[in-house]
């Protein structure tokens, strides 16, 4: 227990999963060195955490059938008590616990999704896949407009040969179907551009912004950039967003060579603008779309267990103790009689 808290420290300490550039610049290379070949940069997935895990589990595991066995031999003796059974109830949490968090390692699975409005995705499940289809995706804002204060989707989820379920997902208040836990967390825009040549054209799917690569060359390729500006505003030429509302919806392009921006415009919905002969580019239209996280981890309900059984035994090995009264209180309170 004592390596284990150790370890724990160090994985605390030391950041965790980083690229090696990281552990140089904050430890040196000496240290970055050493920090690589004990597995420090890894601790919870290194082999030594998973052997001195282990062998907590067997002891503990061991330790509770112990327990266990005189709790059931002094019961057939002196009838049920609670002083038999607490200590007992505590080891099965630890061991509920432990087993939940093995299953998580194992069985655990997040998938993210970026959903449009009007989309639909498959979800693998506990027993079998799920369709999620995103109806309709609702931003409340500050007084700012800018900040969001909640944002929530309403999807409809449909499993084969059963009735199609609605659910509202909001922030901090996720959903859960078919074993799935679905949570909210993010969104942005949607937008649909069409690069046309005259004699051919192209419908892009972008969200909130990207990079075109139009031409690649050793001198420094030729880029597009394409945001969206759901509320455009000018000042001095300079293009602003007002508010994160779809009031004034706005793409503003740059073409660039290299590092060198050579144009710049604003399109307006439905509006067309050329960008290099005989290239154009044509705002089509703008959607919300929705980041939810999928999370199907089955070890969540045994580690709530195994938490249940330990405050369940906690209380039945405190509640007697209390009802003990000290020696000196018991002679204290107790009349003197004389024979």
Same mark, same amino acid.
């Given at each position: $227990? ?8 160090i994985?605390?300490?030391i ?7 990281h ?11 050493v ?5 420090f ?24 059938y ?36 093995? $299953?998580s ?19 693998a ?35 084969p ?6 659910l ?10 078919n ?23 192209t419908?892009l799917k ?32 300079i ?54 996280? $999928? ?14 059984l ?8 405190y ?5 003990k ?15």
């Amino acid at each position: $227990m004592a390596i284990i808290a150790v370890l724990c420290v160090i994985a605390t300490v030391i950041p965790q999963n980083l690229d090696t550039n990281h552990y140089i610049n904050l430890f040196g290379t000496a240290g970055s060195s050493v920090i690589t070949f004990l597995g420090f940069n890894h601790v919870f997935s290194s082999p030594l955490f998973f052997i001195f895990g282990i062998a907590f589990a067997i002891n503990l595991f061991i330790c509770t059938y112990g327990r266990i066995e005189v709790a059931v031999k002094r019961t057939k003796k002196s009838g049920v008590s609670l002083n038999f059974w607490g200590s007992p109830l505590l080891h099965v949490g630890l061991c509920l616990v432990l087993v939940g968090v093995a $299953m998580s390692l194992v069985s655990k699975h997040e998938i993210y999704y970026e959903i449009p409005v009007g989309e639909t995705v498959t979800v693998a499940g506990k027993s079998g896949g799920f369709t999620l289809t995103l109806n309709d995706f609702s931003v409340d804002y500050y007084e700012d407009n800018i900040s969001p204060k909640q944002y929530k989707s309403d999807v409809t989820v449909h499993k084969p040969k059963l009735e199609p379920v609605p659910l509202t997902i909001q922030v901090n208040s996720p959903a859960k179907y078919n074993g799935v836990s679905i949570m909210q967390q993010s969104f942005g825009w949607e937008i649909l551009v069409t690069l046309s040549t005259g004699q051919a054209s192209t419908q892009l799917k972008i969200k909130d912004e990207d990079w075109i690569v139009m031409n690649e060359s050793p001198e420094g390729n030729t880029t597009l950039g394409i945001a969206f500006y759901p509320d455009y505003n000018e000042e001095e030429g300079i293009a602003q967003i007002r508010s994160h509302r779809a009031d004034n919806p706005h793409i503003v392009w740059v073409l660039q060579e290299g590092d060198n921006p050579v144009a710049i415009d604003t399109v307006a919905l439905n509006e067309t603008s050329l960008i290099q002969e005989p290239l154009s580019i044509t705002f089509d239209g703008y959607r919300y779309y929705s980041g939810l996280q $999928m999370k199907y981890d089955p070890g969540i309900p045994v580690i709530f267990c195994g938490f249940l059984l330990i405050c369940l035994g906690l209380l039945m090995i405190y509640i007697p103790a209390r009802k003990k009264m000290p020696l000196k209180r018991q002679m204290h309170n107790s009349p003197l009689v004389i024979f």
